[in-house]
């Protein structure tokens, strides 16, 4: 079956413009989850997804960003007003549900460079 | 806080010798889940294998064990039989406790990573 995809792959913004990366997880997968790779904070959580809904947003790094899920299915994180510190690579992963020994398989990421 | 501690920022492995990657852990919860990822050059993060904490018996899957000593709060990833192909970025993961009423959804907690170079 198909793994996790994220469009696109590459993504060059000027900064103060906004960005959408998507995530299409795998299907019956429940939970989704962003995280951000960066040379200097390594991998960060940023948001997770149970459903649509969205219980914990603590790794956003400030109001600029945002996330929302829809059907259950593709996830949308949104940034505004894009900064030179917010070039990372964005990556999306999605499990078949919260608890157990259930692995969160990966994208390939979003590599956003903003100049 | 939860914290993960990879203290090898690079490693060298002879082709087809053993290996063991390093990874301690600090939490206090009783629940949790260690993994360790692969990242090669192209990105694509790619799961190992995983330990829970309530597992008398140490994982293993295939060429990959890992050495849990639960009192020591490490986790290392020990690779046999090293492979080219081996060369890549590690990372060990502990995913926290999943308890719904608090919104806490099993997150991944990241180490800085390990790199190994597998040489022929």
């Not at chain 1, 429940?30 to 960066?38: G, V």
């Not at chain 1, 040379?39 to 947003?57: H, M, R, T, V, W």
């Not at chain 2, 904490?53 to 899957?61: L, M, V």
Request: proline share 3%.
């Amino acid at each position: 079956g198909a793994g996790v995809s994220q469009s696109p792959s590459n993504k060059v913004t000027e900064k103060g413009k906004d960005v959408e990366l998507r995530c299409d997880p795998i299907s019956g997968h429940t939970a989704l989850y962003w995280y951000r790779q960066s040379l200097g904070q390594g991998l960060e959580f940023l948001i997770y997804f149970q459903g649509n809904s969205a219980p914990d947003k603590s790794g956003l790094p400030s109001d600029r960003f945002s996330a929302e899920r829809t059907g259950g299915s593709v996830s949308t994180l949104t940034i505004q007003r894009t900064q030179q510190e917010d070039s990372a690579v964005y990556l999306c992963a999605s499990s078949f549900r919260l608890a157990g020994g259930n692995e969160q398989y990966f994208g390939p990421g979003t590599r956003l460079t903003v100049t | 806080a939860q914290k993960i501690t990879q203290t090898q920022p690079g490693m060298f492995v002879q082709e087809k010798e053993a290996v063991t990657l390093d990874c301690t852990y600090d939490t206090s919860d009783q629940s949790y889940g260690l993994f360790w990822y692969k990242q090669p050059s192209s990105g694509e993060m790619i799961f190992l294998i995983y330990q829970g904490s309530y597992d008398e018996q140490n994982a293993t899957e295939g060429r990959y064990s890992l050495n849990f000593q639960k009192a020591r709060k490490s986790a290392n990833l020990v690779i046999s039989a090293s492979q080219l192909g081996d060369s890549a970025m590690y990372f060990c993961a502990m995913r926290e406790d999943v308890r719904e009423i608090y919104n806490q959804g099993g997150k991944l907690i990241f180490g800085q990573g390990t790199e190994l170079s597998v040489k022929p």
